[in-house]
């Protein structure tokens, strides 16, 4: 990106038309390095999708995306009769199917703004919209997980309920709530998390400690900190394997906190996650993000040149692929998770 300042900190955008208009008036050098800055920044701020199976959808292959779920085969104690073919097993897959949306945000810009502003503007903008990416694939993610059946509801008969029910126990504390999502989770074979999504514009993973994750909003985190059993941060064993947002942990299961799991109402969700429950899908590559950056030009439709923009677009979705192996809990204020 052609941007340049003055020594008083003016940024100017040199005009580098003639590159088509996929990213405006970007050269595809400069669309890639706002791409990276982009993800870099985005990645960092990422929650949800740091506990997801991470996909990337080639380009020119479609916006349906395909996990397939093999089941397990059934335990076999029978035993084997001498020269009799015993039965076979058959192989069972579920297959799971996601559309790619797209989403973009645009801000407008004006000669005067690149003139006389004393920041570089074009700069500000595409920062700023980094974090509304980050902040909006968190909001479309928790809002297709929460969509969940296997559900811990506090307020009425504090057990568990929905196509995936599993167990229901009487109240006797904070905990229990707790102890009984991870119940359900292990009833289920559920694989505990060991490893995360980075934070950085790759795809790749670090290790953490194994165990389940769960996903709260910080007005919980005063009742997390009563339960029995608690453990903050800063009493880890490695303390440097802690998360963004990270508060403690319950037994196995480690607590983040983000305002981006909002509540409804009342009535909030926290999300408790085992390895492969959910799964996100971006486009691959520099498609991941695709800037555009219009400088003020004479046009028809603009004869002074006054008007320019910044804007951004990408394609996202988030979806469930084991019901069975995440838990939601749902609960007001006064019912600690």
Known sequence: MALTATAGGVGTLQSTSGFGAKYGELS???????QKKFLTIS???????????????????????RWRRYERFQVNT???SEGVTPESDTLQQTTIIATLQQYGRWVPITDVMLALSTDPIVAQITERQAIQMAETMDTLAYSAFKAGTNVVTVASGYG??????????????????????????????????SNVVKPASE?????????????????????????????????????????????????????????LATPTGTTYSTLIFAKDAVGCVSLSGKGAVTPTVVTPRASAEDPLGQRGSVGYQYWYVCKILQDNWMVRIEHNILDPA
């Open 28 to 34: 595809e050098a400069d669309a890639f390095t706002i």
């Open 43 to 65: 990645k960092k701020l990422v929650t949800m999708a740091r506990f997801a199976q991470k996909e990337t959808k080639p380009l020119h292959e479609g916006k349906d995306i």
């Open 78 to 80: 029978t035993t084997l």
């Open 160 to 193: 568990i309920h929905g196509s995936n029910a599993s167990a229901t126990v009487a109240p006797n504390g904070k905990a229990t709530y707790i102890q009984l999502a991870v119940k359900s989770l292990e009833g289920k074979d559920a694989v505990k998390i």
């Open 203 to 259: 795809y790749n993973t670090e290790p953490v400690a194994e165990g389940f994750f769960a996903i709260t909003h910080p007005d919980v985190r005063p009742n997390i900190e009563t339960i029995a059993g608690f453990t903050p941060v800063e009493k880890y064993a490695n303390y440097g394997a802690v998360m963004a947002g990270e508060i403690g942990k319950v037994g196995m299961v480690r607590f983040i906190a983000t305002t």
